[in-house]
């Protein structure tokens, strides 16, 4: 059962969060959401799966409304201050575990996720990430920490080849195509979950699912 938490902000904002606890975690997983001014929040479709079905999988997850969304303080900011929202979620996660914390996202909260460079995480994982609002991707590129690229076929945002030819120098980078799907994955989040669980399994030797 998911558990109300609240986290605070190197810049003093209070966010809305909720903690869902693995019954046998192997490892913990940042959720960021999609475009706050197009709707997105800690329930849109694509995090609620992954925060509904991961725990059961062994991934504790922690998902929470960025700046200025539901109860959380403070206002948009379009992708720069939000870096803060996702780091106070990862130093929530870090703070009494000596599991590895990766930190996730879809579409901005993709973005938002691949521009935490916090030493403090293990890896990224950015499904359909339109890589419009992401900053300093230049480090993370060259990053040695593994990142996981999950792309939709028939992305409306940006077409997967297009995001695929742009990441194709990185280093440590696994680039997936989830076939038939669209931006939202409408029908195609069991395949994410399958592939996010997968791709974490391989990551930290544990057996997923």
Known sequence: MAE???????DGLTLEAELSVAPAETVRLVLCHPHPLHGGDMR??????????L???????????FRGVGLSTGSHDRGDAERNDAVAA??????DTTVPVFIAGWSFGADVALSVQDPRHAGWIAIAAPLASSRDLDATATDPRPKLLLLAENDEVRPATEVATSVASWTE????????????????????????????????GEQTG
């Open 90 to 95: 990862l130093s929530y996660l870090v703070a």
């Open 44 to 53: 849109s479709l694509v995090i609620s799966e992954l925060f509904r079905n």
């Open 173 to 204: 980078t696994t680039v997936a195509v989830i076939p038939g799907a669209s931006h939202f994955f409408v029908g195609r989040t069991g395949l994410l979950v399958e592939q996010t669980t997968a791709w974490l399994g391989s990551r930290t």
């Open 55 to 65: 725990p059961e999988l062994g991934a504790t997850c922690l998902r929470f409304n």
């Open 4 to 10: 109300s938490v609240s986290l605070v902000t190197s």
